[in-house]
């Protein structure tokens, strides 16, 4: 029996340690980064990608002697995970747009960084299941940031006075400006309930989707018609 207990126990402290440490399995709840993530897939985050603060501790416990340690800083264009800065604990995930220092502006649904409008190709349209049974099209770009990065994102050609023309934003010290792919459809930086996300929050960088399904779908009996396997072990580009 202790042998047993032992043996639990060692197993439920190395599965904690990975977590914390390594990889920290997470899903997609909303649409606010299609086309490259699905509501229904599930994926893992590197946790010392961008090294360690509370966030990356269960339950966000203080114990760090700064706000980030081995620290590396986000690069351009990487798909995060973080903190929402109102609360300081509900989970969002997008996708790096503003580094420290940037001027971020979105202007007619194009997005410039620094002054410059930022490269977009448009491409066959993403099709989605709008309802069940009823697909829809939107628009479906390539889209170039400074870095060379390129990504996907859709957007609507309706001139959303919210999220398509925007005041200029200036990124602070230490702060990250954020941005859903999904440009109509995401609450990110360009809003006040999200703004500018602080270093400290960031949780670790979406690696690849290890799983796939509807969102809806978590009947067994529906799985081989819901099931996304072309989806399965794909990098998060």
């Given at each position: 029996?202790?042998?047993?207990?032992?043996?639990v126990?060692?197993?439920v402290?190395?599965?904690?340690?990975?977590?914390v440490?390594?990889f920290?399995?997470?899903?997609?709840p909303?649409?606010?980064m299609?086309?490259?993530?699905l509501v229904?897939?599930?994926?893992?985050?590197s946790?010392?990608a961008?090294?360690?603060?509370?966030?990356?501790?269960?339950?966000?416990?203080?114990?760090?002697p700064s706000?980030?340690?081995?620290f590396t800083?986000?690069?351009?264009g990487d798909?995060?995970?973080?903190?929402?800065?109102r609360?300081?604990?509900?989970?969002f995930?997008?996708?790096?747009?503003?580094l420290?220092?940037?001027r971020?502006q979105v202007?007619?649904g194009?997005?410039h960084?620094?002054?410059?409008?930022?490269?977009?190709?448009?491409?066959?349209?993403?099709?989605?299941?709008?309802a069940?049974?009823?697909?829809?099209?939107i628009?479906?770009?390539?889209?170039?940031?400074?870095?060379?990065?390129?990504?996907l994102?859709?957007?609507?050609s309706?001139?959303n006075p919210?999220?398509?023309?925007?005041?200029?934003?200036?990124?602070?010290?230490?702060?990250?400006?954020m941005?859903?792919?999904?440009?109509?459809?995401s609450?990110?930086?360009?809003?006040s309930s999200?703004g500018?996300v602080?270093?400290?929050?960031?949780?670790?960088?979406?690696?690849?989707i290890?799983?796939?399904?509807?969102?809806?779908?978590?009947k067994?009996?529906?799985?081989l018609?819901?099931?996304?396997p072309?989806?399965?072990?794909?990098?998060?580009?």
């Amino acid at each position: 029996m202790k042998e047993t207990l032992r043996t639990v126990i060692y197993a439920v402290l190395i599965a904690l340690s990975i977590r914390v440490a390594a990889f920290e399995p997470f899903s997609i709840p909303s649409g606010s980064m299609v086309p490259t993530l699905l509501v229904g897939d599930y994926l893992f985050v590197s946790k010392y990608a961008y090294g360690y603060s509370r966030y990356s501790l269960p339950f966000g416990l203080p114990l760090l002697p700064s706000d980030r340690v081995f620290f590396t800083e986000p690069e351009r264009g990487d798909v995060a995970v973080f903190k929402l800065p109102r609360d300081n604990s509900t989970d969002f995930i997008k996708r790096v747009i503003g580094l420290p220092g940037d001027r971020i502006q979105v202007k007619n649904g194009i997005l410039h960084i620094n002054g410059q409008a930022v490269e977009r190709k448009k491409i066959d349209d993403h099709i989605f299941e709008a309802a069940p049974g009823q697909f829809s099209r939107i628009t479906q770009y390539i889209e170039t940031l400074p870095n060379g990065k390129e990504h996907l994102i859709v957007e609507k050609s309706d001139g959303n006075p919210g999220s398509d023309n925007t005041q200029v934003y200036t990124v602070p010290d230490g702060h990250y400006f954020m941005m859903g792919d999904n440009r109509d459809n995401s609450n990110d930086s360009r809003f006040s309930s999200v703004g500018f996300v602080p270093r400290e929050n960031f949780v670790g960088r979406a690696e690849f989707i290890f799983f796939s399904i509807d969102g809806s779908a978590w009947k067994i009996w529906t799985w081989l018609d819901e099931l996304r396997p072309s989806r399965f072990f794909t990098s998060i580009e």
